[in-house]
């Protein structure tokens, strides 16, 4: 060695003198780190530098063991262990084990797809049950035991029906939509995606399907318009519940593809083998009948448009500089949604109250209504559509602190950023209203039931006009230099 080091002799461990290199020394030009010593055989022996006489004891055992031979350390002073400790299960939060379920979002994108075209169930089945059910209740078609137990029947099994073929479908476009781009396939992805699609439709329907029974018999013996809260309800929680049961279920199945991957399969079987039993009490209930017969198109037709906005969220996303666009996708066509169902089910039971579908009461269906009709009359639809469009800003408002205040999007809440994102919610709800208005005094008048018909529709539209309109707004903001750092962390 050409560097002098100054040596001390420490405390004896195991008969050996061993040299210490004393905590000054480190970082001055004399001194090697670490130092080398020379046996008398020749052989070299390093010195580990010690900061502090707090961990002498244990350096001391392991420099004894080297001087010795490289040997296994099974000192009884379990501070010689070095290694990394184990990550104990128990420090684990609730946070983390949220982003495990991010895992499948990653490796099977396709599910990305599927988002758009679940939550638009909650338009295409449990809204359009809430709007149905309302209608319902407000003219007297439930007021004894024996309609209400007929109407929950048969409208809970026309769901599961609706819910299972809608979820089925749902799977299968996502797998298409999916392959189209990329030409590839994977037969393990495509039954994961049906299993779960499947699923939670099923589940998400059963369980909102109860809920809304519940709010609309309340709403009715407290003497309030089941219109007015019955299909906002059906939209905030169809969001929450879809959401978390389509990551959770997703995967739960995915973790058990490698191991056990019969278990895909399986699950698509028991779903589609109880679609006979739900199928024949739909059609035994008078009430339901024809809804099962007739009520497919707008439903089948208006899950394809929502995953045409699924296909445009997977494509916006997978790209790093936009994947904050998730956390908002939800959020702006599930106010989007929410309004307009709210809008299509008033103007609905305001026909209904004048007469049967097809008929021409007071004010005759609409061909093409004008934007200053629809806002500014002085029809009460017109003052609902004005209230319900005041109500983005706030509403949005709200959502938008939230996500900043949990530190979700990924992406900074800029002022131009929300300015940008309130034009789009702004205009989708604009549109949307208008189209409300139309459409539902056009159905009226070609004898259709708008409460059966509208609503899928309309909040279709509502996830693909939102979806489209904000991967526009996040595609601008990147291109006009609003570029946050931690956008895709």
């Keep these: 060695?050409?560097?002098?080091?100054?040596?001390?002799?420490?405390?004896?461990?195991?008969?050996?003198?061993?040299?210490?290199?004393?905590?000054?020394?480190?970082?001055?030009?004399?001194?090697?780190?670490?130092?080398?010593?020379?046996?008398?055989?020749?052989?070299?022996?390093?010195?580990?530098?010690?900061?502090?006489?707090?961990?002498?004891?244990?350096?001391?055992?392991?420099?004894?063991?080297?001087?010795?031979?490289?040997?296994?350390?099974?000192?009884?002073?379990?501070?010689?262990?070095?290694?990394?400790?184990?990550?104990?299960?128990?420090?684990?939060?609730?946070?983390?084990?949220?982003?495990?379920?991010?895992?499948?979002?990653?490796?099977?994108?396709?599910?990305?797809?599927?988002?758009?075209?679940?939550?638009?169930?909650?338009?295409?089945?449990?809204?359009?049950?809430?709007?149905?059910?309302?209608?319902?209740?407000?003219?007297?078609?439930?007021?004894?035991?024996?309609?209400l137990w007929k109407m929950i029947t048969g409208n809970m099994a026309l769901i599961q029906v609706q819910a299972t073929v809608v979820g089925f479908l749902a799977s299968i476009a996502a797998v298409v939509f999916g392959w189209i781009p990329d030409g590839h396939f994977s037969i393990d992805h495509a039954v994961l995606l049906c299993a779960s699609s499947v699923a939670t439709a099923f589940i998400a329907s059963l369980v909102l399907g109860m809920i809304m029974i519940g709010v609309i018999i309340g709403s009715r013996k407290m003497g309030i318009n089941p219109d007015n809260v019955a299909t906002p309800i059906a939209a905030s929680l169809g969001d929450l519940i879809t959401l978390a049961l389509l990551s959770g279920i997703s995967w739960g199945l995915y973790k058990e593809l490698e191991s056990k991957a019969y278990v895909n399969p399986l699950v698509c079987a028991f779903f589609l083998s109880l679609l006979p039993i739900w199928i024949i009490i739909a059609r035994r209930n008078s009430a339901t009948r024809e809804v099962l017969y007739s009520g497919w198109e707008p439903v089948i037709i208006a899950m394809a448009i929502s995953s045409v906005g699924g296909l445009i969220l997977d494509r916006t996303v997978s790209d790093p500089n936009f994947?904050?666009?998730?956390?908002?996708?939800?959020?702006?066509?599930?106010?989007?949604?929410?309004?307009?169902?709210?809008?299509?089910?008033?103007?609905?039971?305001?026909?209904?109250?004048?007469?049967?579908?097809?008929?021409?009461?007071?004010?005759?269906?609409?061909?093409?209504?004008?934007?200053?009709?629809?806002?500014?009359?002085?029809?009460?639809n017109s003052r609902s559509a004005r209230v319900l469009f005041l109500l983005v800003v706030p509403g949005h408002l709200v959502f938008l602190y939230t996500i900043h205040s949990m530190q979700g999007g990924h992406t900074t809440l800029t002022l131009i950023f929300i300015v940008f994102y309130m034009t789009a919610a702004l205009l989708q709800v604009l549109i949307l209203l208008y189209i409300a208005d139309w459409m539902v005094h056009w159905m009226w008048g070609r004898h259709l039931d708008p409460d059966n018909f509208s609503i899928p529709y309309l909040t279709a539209l509502g996830d693909l006009i939102g979806t489209g309109l904000l991967a526009l707004s996040f595609h601008v903001l990147w291109l006009i230099g609003d570029r946050d750092s931690d956008v895709g962390d």
Excluded at 20 to 35: H, I, M, T, Y
Excluded at 56 to 66: C, H, N, S, W
Excluded at 332 to 342: T, W
Excluded at 352 to 378: I, L, N, Q, V
């Design 323 to 380: 994947a904050g666009m998730a956390v908002f996708t939800p959020v702006i066509n599930g106010v989007g949604g929410n309004l307009v169902a709210v809008q299509a089910s008033r103007i609905s039971t305001y026909l209904h109250m004048s007469g049967e579908p097809g008929d021409s009461p007071g004010t005759a269906p609409r061909k093409c209504p004008s934007p200053c009709s629809t806002f500014f009359s002085s029809d009460v």
């Design 1 to 147: 060695m050409t560097s002098t080091l100054e040596h001390k002799e420490s405390p004896q461990a195991n008969g050996a003198v061993l040299p210490v290199v004393p905590g000054d020394c480190l970082g001055s030009p004399g001194c090697g780190q670490p130092a080398d010593f020379l046996r008398p055989d020749g052989t070299g022996v390093e010195v580990v530098v010690l900061e502090s006489r707090a961990n002498a004891k244990g350096v001391r055992e392991e420099d004894a063991l080297l001087e010795n031979g490289s040997q296994s350390n099974e000192s009884d002073d379990t501070s010689t262990d070095r290694g990394p400790e184990p990550p104990s299960p128990l420090k684990e939060t609730s946070f983390s084990i949220g982003l495990q379920h991010w895992d499948v979002f990653k490796h099977v994108t396709e599910v990305f797809i599927l988002v758009p075209a679940l939550l638009g169930l909650k338009g295409n089945l449990e809204m359009t049950l809430a709007s149905r059910l309302s209608t319902a209740a407000n003219i007297g078609q439930m007021d004894t035991p024996k309609e």
